[in-house]
């Protein structure tokens, strides 16, 4: 797909990855829908690709709320006219063991909240947006691209249970998708980052980055810029569906 002129929907699409791809899509001389929960950040993000000759319109909605998800790709659509790509990109992080012992007693536990509170936003929200941009690429009849952001972790990572499960459900999802929406002309794609360079990485103390590169034989962080090359790819790739991108460095957690 030529992406010039067209609507790309960028869930979580205010800064850090999201960002780094509604910024390649501009470029691209996509128009741009950037939805998040903050609007200072969405209007911060809007200021930023103003520099692009595109347009770009922001929308606060919560992912995990079905009520919101409607509204917003009803106003999308009313907006723009239609939507040719989604990328779901939204997501939270909420680590933690899935018990704590000492001394033979268990101290502590992953509660319930904390595990729901991953899956809200990371596997219902892409279900929920997914679902919405699939009927209204359906209803418009001019095909369409769903990119869904997983993770390397998706293989299981310690302290990380309620991430690694979405992230599990995420590429199971992915793959559904392409086989059913496949004869509307939708294609479905997921990419799997493994740690990226972010304001929080660049936060981390300087040991746990330097075990984190130590890890990687690319010897290095990714960078945001790189993961919105592999949206590209998948955007432009009209054979490529139903599989998911691990862009990791070869990390294997």
């Given at each position: 797909?030529?992406?010039n002129?067209?609507?790309?929907v960028?869930?979580?699409?205010a ?7 509604a910024?390649?899509?501009a470029?691209?001389?996509a128009?741009?829908a950037?939805i998040d929960?903050?609007?200072?950040v969405?209007?911060?993000?809007k200021?930023?690709?103003?520099q692009?000759n595109t347009e770009v ?8 709320q ?13 907006d ?5 790509v989604l990328?779901n990109n939204?997501?939270?992080l909420?680590?933690?063991l899935l ?9 502590d536990?992953?509660s319930?909240s ?11 929200g892409?279900?929920?947006?997914g679902?919405?941009?699939a009927v209204?690429m359906?209803e ?6 769903i990119i869904?952001?997983?993770s390397?972790?998706r ?6 249970t ?6 599990s459900?995420?590429?199971?999802m992915?793959?559904?998708?392409a ?6 002309g939708?294609?479905?794609?997921a ?6 360079r972010t304001?929080?990485?660049d936060?981390m103390?300087p ?6 590169v ?5 010897g290095?962080?990714?960078?945001a810029?790189?993961?919105a090359h592999?949206a590209?790819?998948i955007?432009e ?6 599989r998911?991108?691990e862009?990791d460095?070869g990390?294997?957690?």
């Amino acid at each position: 797909m030529d992406i010039n002129n067209k609507t790309v929907v960028i869930t979580g699409g205010a800064q850090g990855l999201g960002l780094a791809m509604a910024t390649e899509m501009a470029k691209q001389g996509a128009n741009l829908a950037l939805i998040d929960m903050q609007e200072d950040v969405l209007a911060e993000a809007k200021s930023e690709l103003a520099q692009f000759n595109t347009e770009v319109k922001t929308y606060v909605a919560n992912v995990s709320q079905e009520s919101d998800v409607e509204n917003v790709f009803n106003a999308i659509v009313n907006d723009f006219g239609g939507i040719s790509v989604l990328i779901n990109n939204a997501g939270i992080l909420r680590d933690g063991l899935l018990l704590k012992a000492k001394d033979g007693q268990v101290i502590d536990k992953m509660s319930l909240s904390q595990f729901q509170s991953v899956i809200d936003v990371n596997l219902t929200g892409v279900f929920l947006c997914g679902r919405e941009a699939a009927v209204k690429m359906v209803e418009a009849g001019n095909g369409g691209v769903i990119i869904n952001m997983s993770s390397v972790a998706r293989a299981g990572n310690m302290g990380q249970t309620n991430y690694s499960a979405a992230k599990s459900g995420v590429v199971a999802m992915t793959t559904s998708w392409a086989k059913e929406l496949g004869r509307f002309g939708i294609r479905v794609g997921a990419i799997a980052p493994g740690v990226i360079r972010t304001k929080m990485t660049d936060a981390m103390k300087p040991e746990a980055k330097e075990r984190l590169v130590k890890m990687k034989p690319v010897g290095r962080l990714g960078e945001a810029q790189e993961i919105a090359h592999t949206a590209k790819y998948i955007i432009e790739n009209d054979f490529f569906t139903g599989r998911v991108v691990e862009i990791d460095g070869g990390i294997r957690l």
